[in-house]
């Protein structure tokens, strides 16, 4: 049984920088493609940056891509999001998510972590 928890989020002027860490316990991460989703009040959950098991391969999506970062350090069973250049429309909570082997799904089950960016 794993367990999720996300730190490192909090209010930041625009332009500002924040690193998100996703701390496992109970099983290693280091077979499994991790991913962050974020969701904004009254959006839609996205999945924003995703991580192979490795750490070979990394995927963002447009919005952030030059400004996010997602690393992970399989040693310490972490999964980290490093944000700069950080925008408004960068707010939403963000939950750290790992890919199910059988399923192929990205479950996140963490708590989450506010950001929010100020203008």
């Known amino acids: 049984q794993v367990q999720l928890v996300e730190s490192g989020g909090g209010l930041v002027q625009a332009g500002g920088s924040l690193r998100l860490s996703c701390a496992a316990s109970g099983r290693t991460l280091s077979s499994y493609a991790m991913g962050w989703f974020r969701q904004a009040p009254g959006e839609e959950r996205e999945l924003v940056a995703t991580?192979?098991?490795?750490?070979?391969?990394?995927y963002l999506i447009d919005s952030v891509k030059g400004r996010f970062t997602i690393s992970r350090d399989n040693a310490k069973n972490t999964v980290y999001l490093q944000m700069e250049s950080l925008k408004p429309e960068d707010t939403a909570v963000y939950s750290c998510?790992?890919?199910?082997?059988?399923?192929?799904?990205?479950?996140?089950w963490g708590q989450g972590t506010q950001v929010t960016v100020s203008s």
């Open positions: 998510a790992k890919r199910a082997i059988a399923t192929m799904n990205y479950v996140c």
């Open positions: 991580i192979s098991a490795s750490g070979n391969s990394r």
